[in-house]
């Protein structure tokens, strides 16, 4: 591909989540202490909401790195399942344990001697259920129910749901009433602001290996920042469709123009500037103003937001 031709060492935007390439960014360590703190107080279920692309996913990985070997942990990278015995299964897979051959019921009674046989051994077990908004009622009262499973000193499982905004509708739903009450703890990630977008693609290319001012204009750093929205997914596609192009022209570094035309290729808008709150441009300032002076940092040269 590229990385010959910018001096990297390989791509330094992953197409599939990278606990080695995560990037600090304010909303994503926020919720990163709240679902460490959760699974710390005790909880039984825990509830991690995004829209797509805004690095649910990572951030799961990153928890349970964090854990370590503290915990047991399971993660189940899907939530559709045809019936409970599906995710049972599911789950014992997961843990290395016998998962074929038995009743749904046999399932639930094997499931549940390892949690209290595991926590009798001093450890708690962890489940990650991703991509949790698929999970239909009878699913999310199955989870409840292991996440009520207690012995003496505890949650012998404590679960967490990470999902779209669309399971709200599905909790709201009479029969989840129960469950919805124990999600005591309910964190969301957002996206990134211009200065930590642009910012996240700097970490990525420092990380491949690569001088960012060899890869990157300022120009085209903020192009992408802006036109992507500091969604992570869409700041890896695009970031790499704009050095994917300037490579093939044999253009280097990247300019704006290959950045507007990764971003047209992804269907993005670049013109349209939805940033909200957090924005670290403000609408006053002129966002071709970016520095040339000091290319060690490389960063945007406008305040954050106090």
């Known amino acids: 591909m590229y990385e010959t031709h910018f001096g990297l060492r390989r791509r330094p935007f992953r197409a599939t989540p990278d606990s080695t390439c995560y990037y600090p960014a304010t909303a994503h360590e926020r919720a990163l202490d709240r679902l460490l703190a959760a699974l710390a107080g005790g909880e039984g279920l825990v509830l991690l909401t995004g829209e797509p692309g805004t690095g649910k996913t990572l951030l799961c990985h990153c928890l349970l790195e964090r854990l370590g070997s503290s915990v047991t942990s399971a993660f189940l990278t899907h939530g559709r399942f045809g019936s409970p015995a599906g995710l049972f299964q599911s789950i014992l897979y997961d843990l290395s344990l016998p998962y074929q051959g038995r009743t749904e019921h046999d399932f639930r009674l094997a499931l549940s001697d390892f949690l209290l046989v595991n926590y009798a051994g001093g450890k708690t077990t962890v489940l990650v259920v991703d991509e949790a908004h698929h999970l239909g009622p009878e699913l999310l009262e199955e989870l409840r129910l292991l996440g009520n499973l207690e012995a003496r000193r505890g949650k012998a499982l404590q679960v967490i749901l990470a999902a779209q905004p669309s399971l709200f509708a599905t909790l709201s739903r009479p029969e989840l009433a129960s469950l919805n009450q124990r999600l005591m703890v ?117 305040p954050r937001p106090a």
């Open 186 to 302: 309910r964190t969301a990630v957002e996206p990134m602001n211009v200065q930590e977008a642009a910012d996240y693609l700097l970490h990525q290319l420092r990380l491949a290996g690569g001088t960012p001012q060899d890869v990157l204009v300022p120009e085209a750093l903020e192009v992408l920042a802006r036109g992507t929205r500091g969604v992570p997914r869409l700041l890896n596609q695009a970031a790499h469709q704009a050095l994917a192009l300037a490579a093939s022209a044999g253009a280097r570094p990247a300019d704006a123009e290959a950045a507007l035309e990764a971003l047209a290729q992804l269907g993005l808008d670049a013109s349209a500037d939805e940033t909200g709150e957090g924005d670290a441009v403000g609408p006053t300032e002129d966002p071709a103003a970016l520095p040339e002076a000091d290319h060690s940092e490389w960063r945007l040269t406008v």
